[in-house]
């Protein structure tokens, strides 16, 4: 039973392409609103690994706040990592993160839209004028 369970542990160890030098990490996040510091509740976190190459990789994971604007995940290898963070009503966040501690946390401060621009809404003084000076 032993050596079964040694050569399953093997067999992982080599599919998952795991080293023991490979170093690993807890990650903790706490999302909160930018303007008041508040939790962020079931706020999506996605993490990515980006390759050598700047590129992001295929695989990711996704992870839900909780009531505190909270989440964990142990075991991300070291390296960069991309965290997205998304959440209705609120920008999405988007950063390269380089993780070298075997326990790092990440404080994101989500913040509102801002509003859009629009050529129509926002006229500039001069033209208003002129349209109210037109004859009817």
Known sequence: ????FALILLVLTVALGLRADD???NLSFVVVKADNGKPVRNAAIVL???KKDGKQAYSGLELKTDPDGKASYAGVPFGKLRIQVLMRGFQTYGEDFEINQPNQ???IKLHRPKPQYSIYDNKPATEEKKQDEKPK
């Open 105 to 107: 946390e990440i404080t």
């Open 1 to 4: 039973m032993r050596k079964q």
């Open 48 to 50: 990515h690994p980006v």
């Open 23 to 25: 170093k690993y990490a």
